[in-house]
């Protein structure tokens, strides 16, 4: 009984990898949009200048900064004019992919 | 002298290779041995270096780049116009390739390259040549001398100086604004869009002016532009002129120089002959040399159309054109160079890989302007793929600063220290 669970599982995961694939190439395209943020916020998010750091910034926070940022609620000098260019799934896009980035010391 | 079997297998060859492609030669031997799949990028700006990182990055470091470089050091031009206001040297600005060699496993060839047959894939050196995959082509911008009369490169070089090119000719005009007298005359020639830096000459001219208020300060700043109005941050700039250096900037629309008269210091334009203290002249630009040679240097003579999924030529299969050189209603400017770059690079990476690019591209430009020591003003725009117009095209939403603060000059010194770690670091 154990093991036809175990092989059970083991199927699931097995028709779950198509999914993670897709996943992956998504991620792709995140991981280019996420590029030109680098000039400013750092290789993956990360940087040693002063600008706030994006790598491994939590979810729900980015995505209401950039929203608001798009709304003007949240006063800026230059992310309104980012945050406008994009869409609301861009921005979760966006953030999933800064949320999985370890902050690099090197940066 | 006696010709035996193999020199004449060697000819034979050599007479082939011409016959594929003629007036290249295949010069030399293949200075690295090419084991796998080879990037080959020419030019380390902004743009070639960014996308050697990416591309080693973002394979795993599986895909071999050789990054082809003429000079030994990276020298920022955004922001050397700040050497001119005094509030950075040129060493500021520079900055070694060594983190690509060592973090990324660039391999740095510092060389000038003298041709290039895209059928044979092949980057012709002085000293042999570099087989590749793909080839990136990263020129920067070349100057056109020949639509000035008078004008060249040498006497850019050695008494009016464009310093369009961020090094030895920035120094050099920071050095004749130092030894103008008081109550001279400082004139910018601006040429037609596009060029480089769409408001650098219009940051510049806040830059001396700047330099001026505190040294000299009955001297005048003159733009001799040949676009009809301010191409970039229009109201920005003249705030800046008539609040910060009142009486000193004079700008002049429709005023191309034609003609230079070198020793005397005259600028010639269809109207006036305009006598200079220290003379200018920033001269129309196309495509670096490099693109000429790759033969991916569009109709007009100047620049280069490309796909903007790949950055693929139009023109040549396998070459790959990023930043200035290339065709599009974007602006021409170091941030924009990188964001293409990384696009180009993930399309090559996939490529390689048998993979097809990401369809929906969108990046970004975000440009600071000094209109002092401490002020900044900037302009910032998404640009995304149109598949109708096959076309980058501006979104929504962007712009430029409501006002010049000290705020965004402290942003624009983060942004020119975190770029130069992204694209270097």
């Not at chain 2, 600005?93 to 496993?105: C, M, N, P, Q, V």
Request: proline residues 4%; hydrophobic residues 45%.
């Amino acid at each position: 009984m154990k093991k036809r669970i175990i092989f059970a599982l083991t199927c699931a995961v097995a028709m779950a990898l198509p999914v993670f694939d897709a996943q992956a190439e998504v991620d792709k395209h995140a991981r280019n949009l996420a590029g030109s943020c680098a000039a400013c916020h750092g290789t993956n998010g990360s940087n040693k200048s002063g600008m706030p750091i994006l790598a491994g910034m939590d979810k729900a926070l980015f995505v209401t900064a950039l929203k608001e940022f798009k709304s003007g609620a949240r006063p800026a000098t230059v992310m309104q004019h980012h945050a406008k260019g994009y869409t609301d799934e861009e921005f979760e896009l966006l953030a999933d992919f800064f949320a999985a980035q370890k902050i690099s010391k090197k940066h | 002298m006696s010709i035996n079997r193999r020199d004449f297998l060697k000819m034979t060859v050599a007479g082939i290779a011409v016959g594929a492609f003629p007036g290249i030669a295949i010069a030399g031997s293949e200075l690295l041995k090419k084991k796998g799949q080879r990037v080959v990028i020419v030019g380390g700006g902004f743009g070639g270096a960014t996308a050697a990182k990416y591309i080693r990055d973002w394979s795993k470091n599986k895909i071999e780049v050789v990054l082809i470089e003429r000079n030994a050091m990276f020298i920022s031009c955004p922001m050397s116009n700040t050497v001119l206001g005094g509030s950075r040297t040129i060493n500021d600005l520079t900055r070694s390739y060594d983190a690509l060699k060592k973090k990324h496993g660039v391999k740095l060839v510092q060389g000038e390259v003298t041709a290039i047959d895209p059928e044979k894939q092949t980057v012709m050196l002085a000293n042999g040549h570099l087989s590749y995959d793909r080839l990136i082509v990263a020129p920067g911008v070349d100057f056109m001398f020949d639509q000035i009369e008078g004008l060249d490169a040498k006497v850019a070089d050695t008494s009016i100086p464009h310093a369009w090119k961020a090094g030895t000719q920035t120094v050099a005009l920071r050095k004749q604004m130092e030894s103008m007298v008081d109550g001279g005359v400082f004139a910018i020639s601006i040429p037609k869009a596009p060029y480089r830096c769409p408001p650098g000459p219009y940051e510049r001219a806040c830059q001396v002016a700047h330099y001026l208020k505190n040294n000299k300060p009955k001297s005048k700043v003159l733009i001799l532009d040949a676009n009809p109005d301010i191409t970039s941050k229009k109201g920005l700039f003249m705030a800046a002129w008539n609040e910060l250096y009142p009486g000193m900037v004079e700008y002049r629309p429709n005023a191309a120089v034609l003609k230079v008269d070198v020793a005397g210091k005259i600028a010639k334009t269809e109207f006036d002959d305009v006598k200079a203290d220290v003379l200018n002249i920033i001269p129309p630009m196309k495509a670096g040399a490099v693109a000429s040679m790759a033969g991916v240097v569009g109709a007009d003579g100047r620049w280069c159309a490309v796909d903007f999924i790949t950055y693929e030529s139009k023109v040549h299969k396998n070459i790959h054109v990023i930043g200035d050189a290339v065709a599009a209603a974007l602006p021409k400017s170091g941030h924009m160079a990188t964001s293409q770059a990384k696009i180009c690079a993930a399309a090559v990476v996939e490529m390689l890989q048998g993979k097809s690019p990401d369809q929906n591209p969108a990046i970004v430009n975000t440009c600071y302007s000094m209109v002092s020591n401490t002020e900044a003003v900037h302009v910032a725009n998404v640009f995304r793929f149109n598949t109708e117009k096959q076309a980058m095209v501006s979104a929504d939403g962007g712009g430029v600063s409501g006002k010049r603060s000290a705020e965004e000059g402290a942003f624009a010194n983060f942004w020119l220290n975190t770029i130069l770690d992204d694209v270097l670091g």
